[in-house]
T-cell receptor, first 111, second 111 residues
Framework: GQNIDQPTEMTATEGAIVQINCTYQ??????LFWYQQHAGEAPTFLSY????GLEEKGRFSSFLSRSKGYSYLLLKELQMKDSASYLC????????????FGTGTRLKVLA | DVKVTQSSRYLVKRTGEKVFLECVQD?????MFWYRQDPGLGLRLIYF???????EKGDIPEGYSVSREKKERFSLILESASTNQTSMYLC??????????FGPGTRLTVT
């Protein structure tokens, strides 16, 4: 089957670091995406990993291990505005337009 | 900036009505998508289109149809709305980059 797993909810404190994990099992892999979605709003693109390793973009970093079917999103210096859902998604094959999304991790940042 | 707009933010329809959800993108993207998002289930792909008049079924096409007569516009049609189609509907588009750009969503309630 095809499956993407991520924790349902996480809580962290303003200024801290939080790591949101994502594991996947798919028939084919051509990249992993992270999106941020504030309540009632559209998902917005955060990062894309197609090769193993860490991609850093400001306060956000994303890591991929294809052999382990594992990714994480690292958020540093947490701010209240980072309270949102974080969606992990996998593109299954080059040239296909179909992505599989996880159910999302709802992150609450506390003062 | 890519802009994806959807015709309504909120919509209330009666069971059996024909419902049209419209999506327009302004970046000349070839690929457009319709998803529904439900709590605990994440984003699920209903239909996508990779060119004008071209469409393919996603993971949950039953009860839906689509139309793409112009490159910038992708319509989702519920031929006979049912209560189990109450959901948040998200449109997205994608060009040459791997990421998708989402519209603000339409929250549809079928009573």
């Amino acid at each position: 089957g095809q499956n993407i797993d991520q924790p349902t909810e996480m809580t962290a404190t303003e200024g801290a670091i939080v790591q949101i994990n994502c594991t996947y099992q798919t028939s084919g892999f051509n990249g992993l995406f992270w999106y941020q979605q504030h309540a009632g709003e559209a998902p917005t693109f955060l990062s894309y990993n197609v090769l193993d390793g860490l991609e850093e973009k400001g306060r956000f970093s994303s890591f991929l291990s294809r052999s382990k079917g594992y990714s994480y999103l690292l958020l540093k210096e947490l701010q209240m505005k980072d309270s949102a859902s974080y969606l992990c998604a996998v593109s299954k094959a080059s040239g296909t337009y179909k992505y599989i999304f996880g159910t999302g991790t709802r992150l609450k940042v506390l003062a | 900036d890519v802009k994806v707009t959807q015709s309504s933010r909120y919509l209330v329809k009666r069971t059996g009505e024909k419902v049209f959800l419209e999506c327009v993108q302004d970046m000349d993207h070839e690929n457009m998508f319709w998803y529904r998002q439900d709590p605990g289930l994440g984003l699920r792909l209903i239909y996508f289109s990779y060119d004008v008049k071209m469409k393919e079924k996603g993971d949950i096409p039953e009860g839906y149809s689509v139309s793409r007569e112009k490159k910038e516009r992708f319509s989702l049609i519920l031929e006979s709305a049912s209560t189990n189609q109450t959901s948040m509907y998200l449109c997205a588009s994608r060009g040459g980059e791997p990421e998708q750009y989402f519209g603000p969503g339409t929250r549809l309630t079928v009573t």
